[in-house]
């Protein structure tokens, strides 16, 4: 379902992420551990869309993100570091909130 073929994020120089290869079924639960500066950010805002990598390809059900980024979009949720949730309204009610923002109504199965 996600696969991610020699992912490699540059910064001014600086290697961020180097030859990330991850592959991921449906249904598979994963983390990401590592140091502060490790890379697990940089990664996941690869997988969110929001950078691109300087080199290697993220593929969804087969097709690179990047070449399909707003409907690819719509099938992914990313929460930054902190700040994200609000703690006064409940999951459902932060789902609710975050879904408000898309133009269409995207289907949420609880």
């Known amino acids: 379902m996600l696969q991610?073929?020699?992912i490699s994020k540059k910064y001014a120089g600086v290697i961020a992420l180097d030859n990330i290869n991850v592959n991921l079924a449906a249904g598979q639960v994963v983390g990401l551990i590592g140091p502060?500066?490790?890379g697990k950010t940089t990664l996941l805002r690869?997988?969110?869309t929001i950078l691109r990598a300087s080199h290697g390809k993220v593929l969804?059900?087969?097709?690179d993100i990047q070449t399909a980024a707003i409907k690819y979009r719509g099938k992914i949720g990313y929460v930054p570091e902190d700040g994200g949730l609000y703690l006064k309204l409940t999951p459902l009610q932060n789902l609710m909130f975050y879904r408000s923002f898309?133009?269409?109504a995207i289907p949420l199965a609880v």
């Not at 969804?60 to 097709?63: E, F």
């Open 4 to 6: 991610l073929i020699s």
């Open 36 to 38: 502060n500066g490790a």
């Open 46 to 48: 690869i997988i969110g």
């Open 60 to 63: 969804y059900n087969g097709t």
């Open 102 to 104: 898309y133009h269409e």
